[in-house]
């Protein structure tokens, strides 16, 4: 086991979790997920809450296994290594609506820090720009995080709060295998949920089996390895390290040579697979999203996995991040290939605001 532990933590470790992450998210889209879109938390959060009725966007609505994968993967490893430690308590409230406002930067932008990097990789320009919108707000994170910005420390739960958010993703998986319907008409007929869409990127996917044997893979690996995109700007920004951007760069390269493989790479910044070429807004979605995860201590998958070692408050901000894509398509606020929805804009600038007043106002003094 000694040696297992050393690998995962070793620059080679977290290079092959990067690898895998890149190798295999293109083949899912090749596989049948939508474009471009082989593995994103946000996108799949989001269909996740539409297929439970928390938005009726009926194009994107699908209980997606790999969320549960990376979950359950998580909790595999975290076991195995004893590394499952239940914990939370550590302002859950602020957490819940960081969640939820990532979830609204992600969404105008299209796309969650991994997404941006396997559109990059597939030739989507526009990428470029959400990345650099990620990268100037998780800078600003970082200025709170040097001013003494803090959430306050978890404390250690009963050994059952931690696997209450790995048996709701049992729960969803049940859900996707058997659909069961709680409404009907006066009719009979179904009305839902559980929901699926018909056509568009909802109804796109990989086989379950193999979607969810990927899944578990990705959250053992991530886990044993730490990998978060978010992680891996804020270190090289504060203390100029490389070792999670190693991970991350190998995301990128193994993404870019299996697109070429698969015929999948296009390169421009017009007409590629859901997504928009409105630089301002893909800039301040993920600037909005880049702050969130910055001041919750991690992207959208690492906070999926830390839930999976038992970290309630990653639970928390997971669970924001599904209820805040709700609220995005039910009050217009998500993007489409057409450009931002009709109150994006508006609210990301909440968004923004928000985080700005908890980066002031949640700080210790430093003596």
């Known amino acids: 086991m000694s040696k297992a532990v050393q690998f995962f933590s070793s620059r080679w470790g ?11 998210a293109p083949l899912l889209q090749h596989w049948g997920n939508p474009k471009n879109m082989g593995i994103c938390v946000a996108c799949m959060e989001r269909d996740i809450a539409g297929a439970l009725g928390l938005h009726r966007a009926a194009l994107v609505q699908h209980i997606r296994p790999e969320i549960v994968g990376f979950v359950l993967g998580a909790l595999i490893a975290a076991i195995l290594f004893r590394e499952f430690k239940p914990r939370g308590g550590s302002s859950p409230v602020i ?3 960081l969640g939820f406002f990532a979830m609204i930067g992600a969404l105008v932008f299209l796309g969650c820090p991994w997404r941006a990097l396997l559109r990059l990789a597939g030739g989507d320009w526009n990428a ?3 990345l650099a919108g990620l990268a100037f707000g998780i800078w600003i994170g970082i200025l709170f995080l040097k001013s003494g910005y803090t959430l306050g420390r978890s404390t250690k739960a009963g050994g059952f709060s931690g696997l209450v958010f790995p048996i709701v993703m049992i729960v969803l998986l049940l859900f996707l295998l058997f659909a069961p319907q709680f409404g009907r008409t006066p009719e009979g007929t179904p009305t839902g949920p559980i929901f699926f869409s018909q056509k568009g990127p909802g109804s796109q996917h990989a086989p379950i089996v193999v979607s969810l044997i990927i899944a578990l893979c990705v959250g053992f690996l991530a886990q044993r390895t730490r990998l978060c995109t978010m992680g891996a700007i804020r270190d090289v920004i504060l203390i100029r390290n490389t ?3 190693s991970g991350i760069l190998g995301i990128v390269i193994a993404a870019f040579m299996m697109n070429l493989i698969l015929g999948q790479f296009k390169a421009g910044f017009s007409d590629q697979p859901i997504a ?24 959208p998958g690492r906070q999926l996995f830390l839930s999976g070692e038992g970290d309630g408050d990653a639970a928390i901000f997971a669970t ?25 804009p508006a609210s990301v600038i909440i968004g923004l605001i928000f985080c700005i007043v908890m980066g002031f106002t949640m700080r210790e003094k430093i003596s």
Do not use: D, E, T
């Not at 977290?14 to 295999?24: D, Q």
């Not at 928009?276 to 201590?297: C, D, I, P, R, S």
């Not at 991040?321 to 931002?340: E, K, L, Q």
């Open 14 to 24: 977290i290079i092959s979790a990067g690898l895998f992450v890149g190798i295999f």
């Open 95 to 97: 957490r819940f609506f």
């Open 128 to 130: 470029i720009v959400g």
């Open 243 to 245: 070792h999670l951007l």
């Open 276 to 299: 928009h070429a409105n630089h301002l807004w893909n800039f301040l979605g993920m600037v909005l999203a880049g702050l969130a995860f910055a001041l919750a201590g991690g992207c």
């Open 320 to 344: 924001g991040m599904i209820v805040g894509a709700g609220f995005a398509h039910n009050f217009s606020m998500a993007s489409s290939p057409a450009g931002p929805g009709a109150y994006g």
